[in-house]
């Protein structure tokens, strides 16, 4: 089993009794100049933007930190803030080379597209990628022109950012998931869940900044700030969490236009802090994404109510839309709405929760993002993921004797 930079939440790249290879050292990237760059699977977004950006090409599709490998972006198949106009990292991938159980290939979209869709998303089950060609996308500057929007409930975010889906390149909503509930019908005076702060942004170009401002894009800068080693258990709670929400919330302009921003701020504020999830104390957190189709929006506001009704806090709740889905049998993304919730473990109904939370994503044809995940059920992973005999012929082919391996592939039951 492949592991890249260890950035998913769960068990994805680990195998226990088994062998993990260390990918960061496989490196390298060709010229770029062209738009297109060949690049060594275990080389990182934010080593391929410090190559990259000064020449004036970014990520066509980065996830909330330029920390992963190129390699474990294209095994998650992750989306980034505008996957409802530009679709997922691999549709932005022309060619991998993968080292297969049975023999390298090189393969894309044209040729076994079978092999190259199974590893999109595939979750490192199809083999080691070695490196993969990605299509840059032009930027002028290394500056966002971001409108920030404050709602009052779900319902309200939830309509304008339909409505914004083509103006808009990049579009995220933060969702206060502290307090009770919820959207416009169930809310009653002076209840916080659920209502949103919608930031949508598109790359500012050279012509938008004012003159002293306008100078080419540079690499992103190293992480400021750090985290102490020993955070106290219990520092992220109910009422601490409440209170940052509250700030958050309240910090956030009822209605702000063409703010400029570096690309940093808009795409990766967590990189600013190294270690950030030590903030959550020993006992840590259980990071829980999942995507609804566009009909079965209602969900979203189902889930933000029933961890509120639970006293169940998240720490940071991230609302997105998603486009046109992969071919990939195993890729997250679908139509509709996803959610990504940072729940702190401690209270004793967070499992019941979850798995009730399972239960209603699966009935509404959703599904729970692999990357993020630690505690799906095998029964209704195949109810949320109902191709996977498309993935098992594909491994068949290439690996008869099933040496690709991990803990999340025997938790699910996918060997
Ligand atoms: C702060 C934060 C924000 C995030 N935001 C987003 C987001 O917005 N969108 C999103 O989609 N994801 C997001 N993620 C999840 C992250 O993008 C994925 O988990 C990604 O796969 C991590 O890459 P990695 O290099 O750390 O891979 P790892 O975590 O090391 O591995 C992930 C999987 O990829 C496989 N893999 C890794 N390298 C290879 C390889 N060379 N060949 C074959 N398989 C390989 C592993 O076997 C494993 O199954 C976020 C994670 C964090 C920590």
């Not at 700030?225 to 106290?232: A, H, I, S």
């Not at 309240?250 to 940093?264: D, G, K, T, Y």
Request: charged share 25%.
């Amino acid at each position: 089993m492949a592991r890249g930079l260890g950035r998913s939440y769960g068990d994805a790249a680990q195998c226990s009794g088994g062998t993990v290879v260390d990918m960061r050292s496989i490196l390298g990237a060709s010229d770029v100049s062209g738009g297109e760059v060949e690049v060594g699977a275990g080389m990182s977004l934010d080593a391929l933007l410090r190559r990259a950006l000064p020449a004036g090409w970014f990520i066509p599709v980065t996830p909330g930190t330029r920390q992963v490998t190129v390699g474990g972006a294209l095994a998650a198949d992750i989306h980034g803030k505008n996957h409802h106009l530009d679709g997922s990292f691999a549709r932005h991938v022309s060619a991998i080379t993968i080292a297969t159980p049975t023999g390298l290939r090189r393969v894309s979209a044209n040729e076994d597209a079978e092999l190259f869709w199974a590893t999109a998303g595939g979750m490192g089950l199809t083999g080691i990628v070695t490196s993969a060609r990605v299509r840059m996308l032009r930027v002028e500057t290394d500056r966002m022109l971001v409108d920030t929007d404050r709602f009052s409930d779900l319902d309200a975010v939830m309509s304008a950012m339909e409505a914004g889906d083509a103006r808009y390149r990049y579009s995220v909503a933060w969702v206060d998931c502290s307090g009770p509930a919820i959207s416009t019908r169930q809310r009653a005076p002076g209840l916080r869940a659920g209502r949103a702060v919608l930031t949508r942004a598109v790359h500012a170009r050279l012509e938008d900044l004012a003159p002293a401002e306008r100078r080419p894009p540079a690499a992103p800068p190293r992480p400021a700030l750090g985290t102490p080693r020993r955070v106290p258990r219990g520092l992220l709670n109910r009422l601490s969490i409440a209170a940052f929400n509250e700030a958050w919330y309240l910090r956030a302009p009822v209605h702000r236009e063409a703010e400029v921003q570096s690309m940093w701020r808009f795409f990766h504020p967590l990189d600013g802090v190294a270690d950030w999830n030590r903030l959550y104390g020993p006992r840590g957190f259980v990071q829980y994404q999942f995507v609804v189709p566009e009909k079965s929006g209602d969900v979203v506001a189902a889930v933000v109510r029933e961890l509120s009704e639970r006293r169940l806090p998240s720490f940071l709740a991230v609302l997105k839309r998603f486009g046109a889905s992969s071919p990939g049998p195993l890729s997250f993304p679908m139509p509709g709405w996803t959610l990504a919730l940072d729940l702190p473990i401690g209270p004793q109904a967070l499992p019941t929760c979850l798995d009730r939370l399972d239960a209603m994503v699966a009935a509404a044809g959703g599904r729970v993002y692999l990357a993020k995940d630690s505690r799906l059920r095998p029964d209704l992973f195949s109810t949320m993921y109902p191709r996977l005999e498309e993935l098992s012929s594909v491994r068949q082919r290439v690996d008869p004797a099933g040496l690709m391996r991990s803990d999340l592939s025997r938790r699910l039951g996918l060997d």
